[in-house]
């Protein structure tokens, strides 16, 4: 057997850290991107339940580990753990990737760049438009603030399962960003058609749809979506959700959470690393994965 040694005392260390951390891609995209650029990295999944989020960061500094990203329920836990946070982050409340520069932990979201990036195609047609949002929760709260500072939207809906998280949110946003044309619904789908139907967006961030569960919609009504649409569903397990066919049926243009997926992680890398991640081939890379 040939062995080789291809991590060694220069290899750099990135972990995803989060509780449970089994359904998270991120390892298997980052390490494909170091693979394909000859970088001398290593991504890791590490299991770290919130009684031990301080002490993981600790550790992270002393094995100098160079970054982190953090997920589902730490998110908004490490912000007051870390010295220094970008704005994005402040506003939104929550963290998913920590750069150790030198012992100094950093927080960034890189998920509102995952949307802006996403989106930018749309720019003109989303400008002045009303849009929709599906869920209050972080992935949620990236895309409200990615559409409020970036896409000059002129109203959001957010429609939840429990309307006082939706409220509450509509609250957070019109005070820390002064945008104050949000409106929040409970989420029962036969009475949002006409919410949907004047929608220029319909972005959907809950979790309905993800595998296994991938016979589950956030909506099954066909008459919410229509020609002239654009409707984003942030899941990329599968790439094509429930609620993507059916938009797709009625003539609206979707968009993946893949691209969002990439594009977000591509942020962290360079962060990290300061290199540009090979995204067109990543992304090759995770769809031929995610469709085998
Ligand atoms: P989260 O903070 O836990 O929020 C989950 C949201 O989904 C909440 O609004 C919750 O409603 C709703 N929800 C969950 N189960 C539901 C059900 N059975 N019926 C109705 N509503 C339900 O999670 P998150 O961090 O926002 O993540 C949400 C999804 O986004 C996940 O699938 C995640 O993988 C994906 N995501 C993708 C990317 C990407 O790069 N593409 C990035 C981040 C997240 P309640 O408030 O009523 O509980």
Same mark, same amino acid.
């Given at each position: 057997?040939?062995?080789?040694?291809?991590?060694?005392?220069?290899?750099?260390?990135?972990?995803?850290?989060?509780?449970?951390?089994?359904?998270?891609? =991120?390892?298997?995209?980052?390490?494909?991107?170091?693979?394909?650029?000859?970088?001398?990295?290593?991504?890791?999944? %590490?299991?770290?339940?919130?009684?031990?989020?301080?002490?993981?960061?600790?550790?992270?500094?002393?094995?100098?580990?160079?970054?982190?990203?953090?997920?589902?329920?730490?998110?908004?836990?490490? #912000?007051?753990?870390?010295?220094?946070? !970008?704005?994005?982050?402040?506003?939104?409340?929550?963290?998913? $990737?920590?750069?150790?520069?030198?012992?100094?932990?950093?927080?960034?979201?890189?998920?509102?760049?995952?949307?802006?990036? $996403? #989106?930018?195609?749309?720019?003109?047609? #989303?400008?002045?438009?009303?849009?929709?949002?599906?869920?209050?929760?972080?992935?949620?709260?990236?895309?409200?603030?990615?559409?409020?500072?970036?896409?000059?939207?002129?109203?959001?809906?957010?429609?939840?399962?429990?309307?006082?998280?939706?409220? =509450?949110?509509?609250?957070?946003?019109?005070?820390?960003?002064? %945008?104050?044309?949000?409106?929040?619904?409970?989420?029962?789908?036969?009475?949002?058609?006409?919410?949907?139907?004047? =929608?220029?967006?319909?972005?959907?961030?809950?979790?309905?749809?993800?595998?296994?569960?991938?016979?589950?919609?956030?909506? $099954?009504?066909?008459?919410? %979506?229509?020609?002239?649409?654009?409707?984003?569903?942030?899941?990329?397990?599968?790439?094509?959700?429930?609620?993507?066919? #059916?938009?797709?049926?009625?003539?609206?243009?979707?968009?993946?959470?893949?691209?969002?997926?990439?594009?977000?992680?591509?942020? !962290?890398?360079?962060?990290?690393?300061?290199?540009?991640?090979?995204?067109?081939?990543?992304?090759?890379?995770?769809?031929?994965?995610?469709?085998?």
């Amino acid at each position: 057997m040939q062995v080789q040694n291809k991590f060694n005392q220069n290899t750099k260390i990135i972990g995803v850290i989060g509780h449970p951390i089994k359904h998270s891609f =991120s390892p298997l995209m980052h390490n494909i991107s170091f693979e394909l650029s000859g970088l001398n990295y290593l991504y890791l999944p %590490f299991d770290v339940p919130p009684a031990l989020l301080k002490d993981s960061l600790k550790g992270m500094v002393a094995l100098g580990i160079k970054g982190f990203n953090v997920t589902i329920p730490l998110k908004e836990k490490v #912000l007051p753990l870390l010295k220094d946070v !970008s704005e994005e982050a402040n506003i939104i409340g929550a963290v998913n $990737t920590i750069v150790n520069e030198e012992g100094t932990l950093k927080g960034y979201n890189t998920d509102v760049y995952g949307v802006v990036e $996403t #989106l930018l195609p749309f720019k003109d047609e #989303l400008s002045n438009s009303k849009v929709s949002i599906i869920g209050a929760g972080g992935a949620a709260r990236s895309v409200i603030y990615a559409l409020i500072r970036n896409f000059n939207v002129a109203q959001i809906s957010i429609i939840n399962r429990t309307e006082q998280i939706a409220e =509450s949110l509509k609250d957070y946003f019109s005070t820390k960003m002064l %945008f104050n044309e949000i409106k929040s619904f409970p989420l029962v789908p036969p009475d949002l058609i006409e919410v949907f139907r004047d =929608s220029k967006l319909i972005v959907n961030t809950t979790s309905m749809g993800m595998f296994p569960e991938v016979d589950d919609s956030a909506t $099954t009504i066909k008459e919410s %979506f229509m020609k002239g649409q654009i409707v984003f569903d942030v899941i990329y397990n599968p790439i094509k959700t429930k609620l993507l066919k #059916l938009a797709e049926s009625q003539g609206a243009t979707i968009v993946t959470g893949l691209k969002m997926f990439v594009e977000q992680g591509a942020k !962290s890398y360079e962060l990290w690393t300061g290199e540009q991640m090979p995204k067109e081939k990543v992304m090759k890379a995770l769809e031929s994965y995610l469709t085998s």
